[in-house]
């Protein structure tokens, strides 16, 4: 079992900067790779950015140059540090990590991100 808590969402202006973060807790030692996902109102939940155990990286094409996704030394905590937000990054952000040997998944709470125009 691995439980996600989010944090660090908000309002912020067009132009500007958040940093959401990702406490895991649990299993965390067979996490294989970590993600960060977002689901606007009315459309369906898409992936943002994610991140494996070896430290690959991949985003979506939207968020490419603006988000940065990491991950601190001891695996626990994840953050997307992301900038320049615009009006359609306006979504719930959620975190999700896959963990052991069938990938199961698991789901944070979900944090909230406006941009304002």
């Known amino acids: 079992q691995v439980q996600l808590v989010e944090s660090g969402g908000g309002l912020v202006q067009t132009g500007g900067s958040l940093r959401l973060s990702c406490a895991a807790s649990g299993s965390i030692f067979s996490i294989r790779a970590m993600g960060w996902y977002r689901q606007a109102k009315g459309k369906q939940r898409e992936l943002v950015a994610a991140?494996?155990?070896?430290?690959?990286?991949d985003y979506a094409d939207s968020v490419k140059g603006r988000f940065t996704i990491s991950r601190d030394g001891h695996k626990n905590t994840m953050y997307l540090q992301m900038n320049s937000l615009k009006p359609e990054d306006t979504a719930v952000y959620y975190c999700?990590?896959?963990?052991?040997?069938?990938?199961?998944?698991?789901w944070g709470q979900g944090t909230q991100v406006t941009v304002s125009v």
């Open positions: 999700n990590a896959q963990q052991g040997i069938y990938y199961t998944n698991y």
């Open positions: 991140i494996t155990s070896s430290g690959r990286t």
